[in-house]
């Protein structure tokens, strides 16, 4: 089995030193990699990301982040992936990285994501040009990410967003800003790119545990719907992934972050 | 059964023993405070109020007498058992956290012979009518329990901390009307400060949806501020501790304040997501007869203010009620954390 911990939604400050280094270090030995599903500062600011990048320096394990809106609002998502991936961190966007845990290969493909609601309820590519902007942005986002999950050489796969892919794990969020939080798209990903696991995070008001309709189990792991400083599962490394294709693990894959709206 | 509230009675008292003994702050909540001070006896179980970061040493005291622990889905609590009987440690009732001046606001009582801390009256009400929901709102329940304690609650403090709560104020009238407690004070709001009158005019409302009794986050009650009496009601327009913003921001300036209050509520809602000293997007703002409430959790006491300074500017000589309260995110990974096999 290998051992996932994951936490999402830190959101960390400039005055957030020291808060978050003792839950990684806690993690030595009873984790195999660390998973954050963004939101790991407040502002999205360089400064907050040097927190971030102070308190998982070192870290006794692999750390694998998406980054999330928040960490979009300053317009400094580039610097704050520069400033993680000095500290060691694999910032995934649209992109996917495979870890060796014990000679079994435990693949994590990642992207932020964004709004535009479930099947029924979404947003269409219609209408004004920023509407289709936003509904565009999502579907860009839900076909990297199953195009990363596919390209993933490994044995389980694990999809890593900050927006959700279902409305089963919003539940305790008001329905009315459900399409403000995920897309049904990246559920689609996940169940096309057979993904054994998926983790969001940015519903803090949400439920931990839902499940796509290919049955891929999701997980939201935002802190204040985990309760407790994070979360941790096994996954089996099981069979080989069927078809399990090409692509040479990138340890660390240039990131292409997402623009907020189609240019 | 009629050996029920013996037994429960028996645990009661072991718990209480060993957590004092273990130093451990707690105070005993549910249905027996309500009958520590002159309620029914409740034939369920028992229910104990700690802070959550005293929950892990808590279970391992009473594990040590004896107790074999449970450890519940929900995340607002965790359970013991004494032989047969449950006994609920609570840390989130509610959805708020369990805060040091909760526990030194209860009362050392006799409790069948033991001495013990019993939830303050005034904070099991706030508690007992915020947890009044559709599914669970039988009045039947409560009513028994305002007549056996209502000489113990300041009413005015339960009327303000459940305004939110249509069914709290359902049974506030109730109450109110069969004379079993004193009716609103009348008084302007100018005079009151904090108020927000339960009876008559609507409340709005925007923001993230109140979570009934589970709420999650770690909670470090220990920055949570206290409820001063009347402290609560933050004149807005002089800044809490004379501080400047942290940084200045050209948000619009001030609200329209003629504007329909569920407006001006999701307007503010929005202002605290937007405003960098705060951007929380999961705040609860509700406005109700020019008074404004704000709920939700913040991770610093700074943010905290924050939302009260981001307040002042946009609807300056508004009152504000800042229930917003400070969730500590530090605690290393415990080791009791569960693992769960994805399969």
């Not at chain 1, 990699?33 to 600011?45: E, F, I, M, P, S």
């Not at chain 1, 590519?125 to 390209?151: I, Q, S």
């Not at chain 1, 935002?222 to 089996?236: E, F, H, N, T």
Request: aromatic share 4%; proline share 6%.
């Amino acid at each position: 089995m290998m051992r996932i911990a994951a936490v999402g939604d830190i959101h960390l400050g400039t005055d957030s030193g020291g808060t978050f280094a003792p839950v990684v270090r806690g993690l030595a030995g009873r984790a195999d990699v660390l998973l954050l599903a963004g939101d790991l500062t407040q502002h999205g600011l360089p400064a907050e990301a040097e927190v971030v990048a102070a308190e998982v320096a070192g870290a006794p394990l692999p750390v694998i982040t998406v980054l999330g809106n928040h960490d979009y609002h300053s317009n400094a998502e580039q610097e704050i992936t520069a400033i993680l991936t000095a500290a060691g961190v694999t910032v995934l966007e649209g992109t996917g990285t495979v870890v060796d845990i014990d000679g079994a290969r435990l693949g994590i493909a990642g992207v932020k994501g964004f709004g535009g609601g479930f099947a029924g309820a979404s947003g269409t590519d219609f209408g004004e040009p920023l509407m289709k902007a936003f509904v565009r942005h999502t579907k860009e986002a839900a076909t990297r990410l199953r195009y990363a999950l596919e390209a993933l050489d490994c044995d389980t796969r694990v999809a890593l967003t900050h927006y959700a892919p279902i409305p089963d794990t919003l539940i305790g969020e008001r329905a009315e800003i459900y399409p403000f939080l995920g897309s049904y798209h990246l559920a689609e990903a996940m169940d096309a790119g057979g993904a054994a696991l998926a983790l969001h995070g940015h519903a803090h008001a949400g439920s931990e545990r839902g499940s796509t309709a290919g049955g891929v189990p999701v997980r939201n792991v935002a802190r204040p719907v985990i309760g407790k400083p994070c979360a941790l599962y096994a996954v089996g490394s099981g069979a080989t992934v069927e078809g399990a294709r090409m692509a040479a693990p990138s340890p660390s894959p240039s990131v292409d972050l997402a623009a907020p709206t189609a240019p | 059964m009629e050996d029920a509230p013996r037994g429960l009675r028996e645990s009661l008292k072991r718990v209480a023993v060993t957590l004092k003994e273990a130093d451990i702050p707690f105070a005993l909540g549910g249905s027996y405070a309500c009958w520590a001070r002159g309620g029914p006896e409740p034939v369920h179980d028992v229910d104990f109020m700690l802070r959550e970061e005293d929950v892990p040493r808590a279970v391992e005291v009473l594990a040590a007498a004896g107790l074999r622990p449970v450890d519940p889905p929900e995340d607002w609590l965790t359970k013991v058992f004494d032989g047969e009987v449950l006994v609920d440690l609570i840390h989130h009732p509610v959805g708020r956290a369990v805060t040091p001046e909760m526990l030194e606001r209860s009362s050392e009582m006799s409790v069948d012979s033991v001495r013990m801390p019993v939830l303050d009256a005034t904070d099991w009400f706030e508690m007992t009518l915020l947890a009044l929901e559709e599914r669970y709102c039988d009045l039947a329940r409560v009513l028994p329990m305002i007549r056996a304690m209502r000489e113990q609650v300041d009413w005015d403090q339960v009327r303000r901390s459940t305004a939110a709560s249509p069914f709290a104020e359902a049974a506030l009238l109730v109450a109110t009307r069969l004379n079993l407690i004193p009716p609103v004070d009348a008084a302007p709001v100018a005079a009151r400060p904090g108020e927000i009158v339960a009876s008559g005019g609507g409340i709005a409302r925007s923001g993230a949806a109140r979570r009934g009794g589970t709420k999650g986050g770690t909670a470090e009650g220990g920055k949570t501020e206290g409820r001063a009496p009347e402290g609560i009601g933050l004149r807005v327009g002089k800044k809490e501790d004379g501080r400047e913003p942290a940084g200045q921001v050209d948000l619009g300036g001030k609200l329209d304040l003629a504007e329909a209050d569920e407006y001006l509520a999701g307007e503010l809602h929005e202002r605290l997501a937007e405003d960098p000293r705060v951007a929380e997007l999961g705040l609860e703002v509700a406005v109700a007869d020019g008074c404004i409430l704000v709920e939700g959790e913040v991770a610093t006491d700074d943010r905290r203010r924050a939302v009260a300074d981001v307040l002042a500017e946009a609807v300056p000589g508004r009152l504000v009620r800042n229930e917003v309260t400070v969730i500590g995110r530090a605690t290393a990974a415990d080791g009791t954390t569960k693992v769960e096999t994805i399969s």
